[in-house]
């Protein structure tokens, strides 16, 4: 897991950046970005990886191009903000595969989450089926998107 005071040199930060850009890049086309050997490149990701500052590799959807799927991000305020509930929502929380995001936050929710659905019948479902059997969950807050201005993930 990630190392609590590893620091990260300026070639790390480099890699990381170009991964961001375009994480199908050869070790050999990285080096080339950041001034080192591909072979250089790899023990440095596998490092990243293996710490866990590189928690993985996703493909990012164009969801209006592919499927006709929204983001809704819904605010979580659980009954009992203790620990243990804490605990309890986040284990189950993990295992919803409708669940792209999770966050906690400060401020008048505990839990800001990111779904996607394809209409409102599938967003109905994903509410009675998934979200209110969560544990400890009070009140659920909905926001629809109504398109996406911009994102960093290309």
Request: charged share 25%; hydrophobic share 40%; with cysteine.
């Amino acid at each position: 897991m990630t190392e609590p005071n590893m620091k990260l040199d300026a070639i790390d930060l480099r890699l990381i950046e170009a991964l961001r850009q375009d994480a199908r890049c050869s070790n050999v086309e990285l080096g080339l970005k950041v001034g080192l050997s591909a072979s250089a490149c790899s023990r440095r990701i596998r490092s990243l990886e293996q710490t866990g500052i590189i928690r993985g590799y996703t493909t990012v959807i164009n969801t209006a191009a592919a499927e006709a799927r929204r983001p809704v991000f819904l605010q979580i305020k659980l009954a009992s903000p203790t620990q243990d509930s804490l605990n309890r929502f986040e284990q189950a929380v993990r295992k919803c595969a409708e669940v792209r995001e999770c966050f906690c936050v400060s401020g008048s929710a505990d839990y800001l989450l990111r779904i996607e659905v394809s209409d409102f019948k599938d967003f109905e479902r994903v509410h009675s089926e998934v979200l209110t059997k969560l544990p400890g969950v009070a009140s659920i807050i909905s926001s629809f998107t109504i398109r996406n201005v911009f994102s960093y993930q290309q």
